[in-house]
Nanobody, 119 residues
């Protein structure tokens, strides 16, 4: 079983930057594809960014392309989301997710961290 602990959320001004981190426990981190989701008030949880198990492939939702960057450090069992040029519409609870590469049904979620973009 994988446990995920997120950090880095907070209040930032429009145009500012924030870096979210997700630390995974246990062994086998390199066998999981990692991703970040977000859930804004009144909206369903949406995929923001994803990265393959070895870090060689990434995908982003159109609204964050060019502004957000997902990365992972398999030696430290961490995945990060660098968020630049933040907009008020980026305000949401952000969640880290781990998915076992051998089964799409075997996945784990972090507790979520609040990101608020406001002046």
């Amino acid at each position: 079983q994988v446990q995920l602990v997120e950090s880095g959320g907070g209040l930032v001004q429009p145009g500012g930057s924030l870096r979210l981190s997700c630390a995974a426990s246990g062994l086998g981190f390199s066998s999981y594809a990692m991703s970040w989701y977000r859930e804004a008030p009144g909206k369903e949880r949406e995929l923001v960014a994803a990265i393959s198990s070895a870090g060689g492939s990434t995908n982003y939702v159109d609204s964050v392309k060019g502004r957000f960057t997902i990365s992972r450090d398999n030696a430290k069992n961490t995945v990060s989301l660098q968020m630049n040029s933040l907009k008020p519409e980026d305000t949401a609870v952000y969640y880290c997710k781990a998915q076992w590469i051998m089964s799409s049904s075997k996945l784990y979620w972090g507790q979520g961290t609040q990101v608020t973009v406001s002046s």
